[in-house]
T-cell receptor, first 112, second 118 residues
Framework: GESVGLHLPTLSVQEGDNSIINCAYS??????FIWYKQESGKGPQFIID?????DKRQGQRVTVLLNKTVKHLSLQIAATQPGDSAVYFC???????????FGQGTTLQVKP | GAVVSQHPSRVICKSGTSVKIECRSL??????MFWYRQFPKQSLMLMAT?????????EQGVEKDKFLINHASLTLSTLTVTSAHPEDSSFYIC??????????????FGPGTRLTVT
């Protein structure tokens, strides 16, 4: 069935290092991908998105890369800070329904 | 940015009782709201899509008679868990999409409601 999955369940990085969180998706018909950050006991927080006709998009300290050839999505966080510690989810959107399909999530732990 | 609220943030109820969770878009009108359920250390699973003024569309495997959804206005959707059982204990999260012309690609998420059924 359709799925959006993540390669690593937990990522531990040193404060100040760059983090890369990966995601694989299986539905090539999705036209929109989003990264969310979820802190414990809270709802998901939008980080950055990318449309399927793009391969890279940059935000403040974050970059999302999309490789449609291998159906791979990644989130890069520059100069990771303790406040970045959270669970990160990728999600794909079906444009005709607005539904989001979430990946399994990666826990990012930032060591001071 | 757009704000979505949920009430209550936490609720504990006895097995067999019903619980209502509210989802409100505070500063925008939401034609569509979504309800998700999230078990510990798991991802968000879509339960249903709620459109203002019409019946909700439920995902496969979600019992519509158990999870009653009402979207009576453009700023309010409610989820009622009927005859709750301990296995219904979970984190329930709603999201909302604004009217066309607003940031229509972005879903705004609520803070979630922790339901514990004893």
């Amino acid at each position: 069935g359709e799925s959006v999955g993540l390669h690593l369940p937990t990522l531990s990085v040193q404060e100040g290092d760059n983090s890369i969180i990966n995601c694989a998706y299986s539905n090539s018909a999705s036209d929109y991908f989003i990264w969310y950050k979820q802190e414990s006991g809270k709802g998901p927080q939008f980080i950055i998105d990318i449309r399927s006709n793009m391969d890279k998009r940059q935000g403040q300290r974050v970059t999302v890369l999309l490789n449609k050839t291998v159906k791979h999505l990644s989130l890069q966080i520059a100069a990771t800070q303790p406040g970045d510690s959270a669970v990160y989810f990728c999600a794909e959107k079906k444009s005709n329904t607005g539904k989001l399909i979430f990946g399994q999530g990666t826990t990012l732990q930032v060591k001071p | 940015g757009a704000v979505v609220s949920q009430h209550p943030s936490r609720v504990i109820c006895k097995s067999g009782t019903s619980v209502k969770i509210e989802c409100r878009s505070l500063d925008f009108q939401a034609t569509t709201m979504f309800w998700y359920r999230q078990f510990p250390k798991q991802s968000l699973m879509l339960m249903a899509t709620s459109n203002e003024g019409s019946k909700a569309t439920y995902e496969q495997g979600v019992e519509k008679d158990k999870f009653l959804i009402n979207h009576a206005s453009l700023t309010l959707s409610t989820l009622t868990v009927t005859s709750a059982h301990p296995e219904d204990s979970s984190f329930y999260i709603c999201s909302a999409i604004g009217l066309a012309g607003s940031s229509s690609y972005e879903q705004y998420f609520g803070p979630g409601t922790r339901l514990t059924v004893t």
